[in-house]
């Protein structure tokens, strides 16, 4: 299970003092939108350490007072970054590929036969995500060869470390944990000589990586599936709004929102539909 910094995580052995907790709760809330649940201090500073030692600061009380001054550049984004935590998963969210797989693709195929369908993972850490939603896609145009014109997936993320762990395709996959089949291994994976496996050139080829920060801007172009899981969950209540405002306008008309984040259907009414589907709930363009 991930972590959770809206959550209960005192798993780390080393300890935030209460004035720089209180004071990095602050300066995520106003100067990045970021929510950080009040017993998650240790586990910010476990996933700050890194930066606090590239930056050779000592505690988040030093980090908080360099990211005041000018001449720190890119501190900002590395605690950000380290806060959001570029982690993945294979088919990460079941819910979430269930829907696509049974409900979403054979909506969209029936609705714009032979037509391109085209998807973007928004905040798609070091690429498990949109390269899960690649292979779904793909097992779904060999089930009904024909239906889909073509498959375009768009991934974007704000961390430049993750994208190229993302774009180089190459990951360690435990297959005790069951993450992917055996089958799936085979048919879209190539084992590396030095141990780990690579994403294979026909499904790279169907998934493009763009640096992006949500809260700045939006993709061009229009969408007819947004998959943001796991991202939102970190922003204040306003942020989201702004980044599911970019959302409904990169989709098509119909097009859907992917994302398990709690308590999304009560503040979107106005721009998306709950729609019901026998994995889960998504929303649907309005
Ligand atoms: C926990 S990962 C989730 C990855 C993937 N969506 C999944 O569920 O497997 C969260 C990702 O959100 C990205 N992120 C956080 N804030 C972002 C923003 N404002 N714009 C773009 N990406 C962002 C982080 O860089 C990180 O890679």
Redesign the pocket.
């Known amino acids: 299970m ?1 972590s959770d910094l809206r959550g209960n995580n005192n798993d780390s052995m080393e300890s935030i003092t209460t004035s720089d907790f209180n004071a990095l709760q602050a300066y995520l809330r106003d100067a990045c939108g ?1 929510l950080l649940g009040n017993t998650a201090g240790d586990l910010a500073l476990r996933r700050l350490r890194p930066v606090l030692d590239g930056y050779h600061l000592v505690s988040v009380g030093d980090l908080l007072e360099s990211l005041g001054r000018p001449g720190r550049p890119g501190l900002k984004e590395a605690v ?2 380290a806060i ?6 294979w088919f ?2 079941e819910a979430a590929f269930t829907v696509l797989q049974d409900s979403i693709l054979p909506e969209i195929a029936e609705r714009k036969p032979g037509k391109r369908v085209s998807i973007w ?6 690429g ?2 949109p390269y899960s939603v690649a292979i779904i896609a793909d097992e779904f145009r060999d089930r009904h060869p024909d239906v889909l014109g073509g498959i375009r997936i768009v991934a ?4 430049r470390s ?1 994208l190229e762990v993302a774009r180089r395709g190459h990951y360690e996959i435990n297959p005790r944990t069951k993450e992917v089949s055996l089958g799936r291994r085979e048919r879209y994976f190539v084992p590396l000589a030095n141990g780990g496996w690579r994403v294979s050139p026909d499904i790279r080829a169907l998934v493009e990586f763009r640096e ?5 801007r939006t993709l061009p172009g229009k969408f007819d599936v947004v ?5 939102l969950v ?2 204040s209540a306003h ?1 989201r709004k702004a ?1 599911l405002t970019r959302f409904h306008a990169a989709l098509n008309p119909g097009g859907y929102l992917i994302s398990g984040t709690p308590g999304l259907a009560g503040e979107i009414p106005d721009l998306f539909e709950p729609v019901e589907c026998p994995g889960g709930t998504v929303y649907r363009k309005r």
């Open positions: 991930r970021i950000v970054d959001t935590l570029s982690e993945s998963q990460g969210e993972s928004a905040a798609c850490a070091t498990q995500e974007t993320d704000t961390s993750a992006l920060n949500l809260l700045r998959i943001c899981q796991d991202a970190y922003y942020k980044i």
